[in-house]
């Protein structure tokens, strides 16, 4: 009977994610080792300090606050980085490449920012950078773009990618919690930082949606090449609006392939109530793909967490453990070569979409007329008017929504619209995205 090849691992930063990855190697060791045909070692796990329960008991000889006892042990085929951020995490997976050894990270942030370099690192190396758990927790969205829909040419990918935004919306629209209430108790229940403002922001998935147009797309982008706005300024009103009118409004980034250019956005999104995207709710991600063989599919699930973001980690070593049981490492090529159709990079302002609008103007005749006038004269085609009650002050809610429209033709209506004197508030306006995909 041949001897099982014993695949050493070594985990450099035990924090919540790191924790779960632990515990599955230690307590899971035999059904993992059944299921690959290897025997998974966590041979040293390091972090700043070994003192708070992380709810998984190591053994004292494999801890150590030491990176370098990870990265120069010559006997570790994969180090897992868990720490987060930009540095010291970038400087420690070039040094696990250079030394030969095998790269699993959650690193989205890194990823977005430096993806270009690392790639390079592992290809000159000629080993694996696996990174599941970057983007969507347990849903193995990156290995379904990365092997599974490798004969598609994709159209578009829609996704919430981000649990604390899409728990927020989710509350207030089932609870009519204000913005401010919904972000607390996303806090209260942990699925906030103290500082939220990535997730709230957008920025969070804007460094997913990077990751996820690299691979679906192979297009490489920066970050200032994506249009983000976050979610704090959607109102309890405009999530009632909404659903009256049959939609609801999702945190939303999009990739998707229009005229030979790929647009790519992050912002709350009115969707229909039959979009696939429109049911996902509270703390949950999905990403919708469409492919030109495929057609349309859904992957969905637990977008946060210890337990589906380890379970992503745990998969990816044992992808990399399969690989160099086998002698094929590296399997799949890191970077999927460019979308045929894909020409450029579309402008903000060249974006076309149907539009929802808020205005609170003074309740007097002629004000409908003014608006429509104004939408009129940059092209913009009003499909539906819903006049709200009346607040105080006279003021009156009137609710909009357009046939599609040029971006830059809404920025320079709303700006026109907002000097009237009648409107007395800055006007809301969210984008919707129609399921145009079969």
């Given at each position: ?238 999530i009632q609006y909404a659903d009256e009118l049959g939609y609801c409004i999702k945190p939303l980034a999009i990739a998707k392939q229009v005229d030979h250019e ?22 949950y991600n999905a990403v919708y793909v469409h492919g030109d063989m495929v057609g349309a599919e859904l992957f969905y699930g637990r977008g946060a967490g210890q ?132």
């Amino acid at each position: 009977m041949p001897q099982t090849t014993t695949i050493n691992v070594g985990l450099i930063g035990v924090g919540t994610v790191g924790a779960g990855v632990a515990r599955a190697l230690l307590e899971k060791r035999r059904m993992l080792e059944q299921r690959i045909g290897a025997r998974l070692v966590l041979r040293r796990a390091c972090d700043k300090e070994f003192r708070r329960r992380r709810g998984v008991r190591l053994p004292p000889s494999v801890t150590t606050t030491d990176a370098s006892k990870v990265l120069r042990d010559p006997d570790i085929h994969v180090v897992v980085e868990l720490i987060g951020g930009i540095e010291p995490a970038r400087t420690l997976i070039l040094e696990a490449l250079r030394r030969g050894k095998h790269v699993v990270t959650a690193n989205k942030a890194l990823l977005a920012h430096a993806g270009r370099e690392l790639f390079a690192a592992a290809r000159r190396a000629n080993v694996d950078l696996y990174f599941e758990a970057a983007v969507g927790g347990g849903i193995p969205i990156i290995k379904a773009l990365r092997e599974g829909l490798i004969a598609n040419e994709l159209d578009a990918i829609l996704g919430i990618v981000n649990g604390t935004s899409n728990y927020v919306l989710t509350q207030m629209r089932e609870k009519r919690l204000s913005f401010h209430e919904a972000l607390l108790e996303a806090k209260h229940h942990g699925y906030a930082e103290r500082n939220p403002a990535l997730d709230i922001s957008g920025g969070d998935a804007a460094h997913k949606l990077a990751i996820l147009t690299l691979l679906g797309f192979g297009v490489q982008v920066r970050l200032s090449d994506i249009h983000v706005e976050g979610i704090s300024s959607i109102s309890q009103a405009d999530i009632q609006y909404a659903d009256e009118l049959g939609y609801c409004i999702k945190p939303l980034a999009i990739a998707k392939q229009v005229d030979h250019e790929l647009e790519l956005r992050v912002h709350p999104t009115l969707l229909a109530k039959t979009h696939l995207l429109a049911n996902v709710n509270g703390v949950y991600n999905a990403v919708y793909v469409h492919g030109d063989m495929v057609g349309a599919e859904l992957f969905y699930g637990r977008g946060a967490g210890q337990g589906p973001a380890a379970s992503s980690v745990v998969s990816d070593i044992a992808d990399i453990a399969r690989n160099i049981v086998t002698g094929i490492a590296p399997r799949m090529p890191l970077l999927p070569h460019r979308h045929r159709g894909i020409r450029r990079l579309r402008r903000m302002g060249a974006v076309e979409t149907r539009y929802y609008m808020r205005f609170m103007a003074t309740d007097k005749p002629g004000v409908l007329a003014r608006i429509a006038g104004v939408l009129g004269r940059h092209h913009i085609s009003i499909a539906s008017v819903h006049q709200k009650e009346r607040r105080a002050a006279r003021i009156v809610p009137v609710v909009m929504m357009t046939h599609e429209a040029r971006e830059a033709d809404m920025r320079r209506a709303l700006q026109a619209i907002d000097r009237l004197g009648f409107v007395k508030h800055p006007t809301v306006a969210i984008r919707t995205e129609a399921p145009r995909y079969k």
